[in-house]
């Protein structure tokens, strides 16, 4: 089992940056692949990008490619999202997943099993 809680969201200008976090609780979790998925209003959810449970290995959706960067620290068993240039498209609550499997890849393929709570992302204009 692994908990997994998002901190980070919040208001921002377009061209700023946010940084979103997600600690993992559990005694797998520096060994499953993470990703971040977002929800925007009337829409479905969508991958953003996912890390490899070593960290070697990242992947993102085209739309974040360039501006978006993920990360984890398996000491601190925290995964990051660092979001530059936003824009206000990138509105929407933002969670963290986790495989149930271990030593995942993190692609948008991979199976996530564990869900954070959200966190909102709000860019304005």
């Known amino acids: 089992q692994v908990q997994l809680v998002e901190s980070g969201g919040g208001l921002a200008q377009a061209g700023g940056s946010l940084r979103l976090s997600c600690a993992a609780s559990?005694?797998?979790?520096?060994?499953?692949?993470m990703g971040w998925f977002r929800q925007a209003p009337g829409k479905e959810r969508e991958f953003v990008a996912g890390?490899?449970?070593?960290?070697?290995?990242?992947y993102y959706a085209d739309s974040v490619k360039g501006r978006f960067t993920i990360s984890r620290d398996n000491a601190k068993n925290t995964v990051y999202l660092q979001m530059n240039s936003l824009k206000p498209e990138d509105t929407a609550v933002y969670y963290c997943?986790?495989?149930?499997?271990?030593?995942?890849?993190?692609?948008?393929?991979?199976?996530?099993?564990?869900w954070g709570q959200g966190t909102q992302v709000t860019v304005s204009s």
């Open positions: 890390i490899q449970w070593s960290g070697g290995r990242t």
């Open positions: 997943a986790a495989e149930r499997a271990a030593y995942g890849l993190g692609s948008p393929q991979t199976k996530y099993d564990y």
């Open positions: 559990g005694r797998t979790a520096s060994r499953v692949a």
